[in-house]
C-alpha cells in the first residue's frame, strides 16, 4: 500500500507563492507518474500538472507560466511551485501517483489553498 501525503497549503495573498510537497511511501517512486490535481467548491476535479518518472511535464492551460511540478525520486516526493496565485486558484489540492503498467492509482487527502486578500 502506497501512502500519499500532501503538505503546504495554505492562505496567500493574490500574487502571492505557495509551494506544495507531496510524499510517498511503500513502493517504487520512479514508476508513477505523479500529478496534481485540484478542486475548488462546487466544481469537479481537475488535473493541475503531471510529471512522469522521467520528467517530461503537463500543465494545464490556466496554471501554464505560473506553476512549476517538480520531481525529488531520492526522496520520493513531489512539489508544485505556484507562482502569481489568484482567487481562482483556491482549492483543495490532491497529489496522484499512477500507473498504468501496474495498474496502481493512490490518493493523498488534499491540501487547501486559499488565495484571499
Known amino acids: 500500500q502506497v501512502q500519499v501525503v500532501e503538505s503546504g497549503g495554505g492562505l496567500v495573498q493574490p500574487g502571492g507563492s505557495l509551494r506544495l510537497s507531496c510524499a510517498t511511501s511503500?513502493?517504487?517512486?520512479?514508476?508513477?507518474?505523479m500529478g496534481w490535481y485540484r478542486q475548488a467548491p462546487g466544481k469537479q476535479r481537475e488535473l493541475v500538472a503531471h510529471?512522469?518518472?522521467?520528467?517530461?511535464?503537463y500543465y494545464a492551460d490556466s496554471v501554464k507560466g505560473r506553476f512549476t511540478i517538480s520531481r525529488d525520486n531520492a526522496k520520493n516526493t513531489v512539489y508544485l511551485q505556484m507562482n502569481s496565485l489568484n482567487p481562482e486558484d483556491t482549492a483543495v489540492y490532491y497529489c496522484?501517483?499512477?500507473?498504468?503498467?501496474?495498474?496502481?492509482?493512490?490518493w493523498g487527502k488534499g491540501t487547501l489553498v486559499t488565495v484571499s486578500s
Open positions: 496522484n501517483a499512477y500507473s498504468a503498467a501496474n495498474n496502481l492509482n493512490y
Open positions: 511503500g513502493s517504487i517512486f520512479s514508476i508513477y507518474v
Open positions: 510529471i512522469t518518472g522521467a520528467g517530461s511535464t
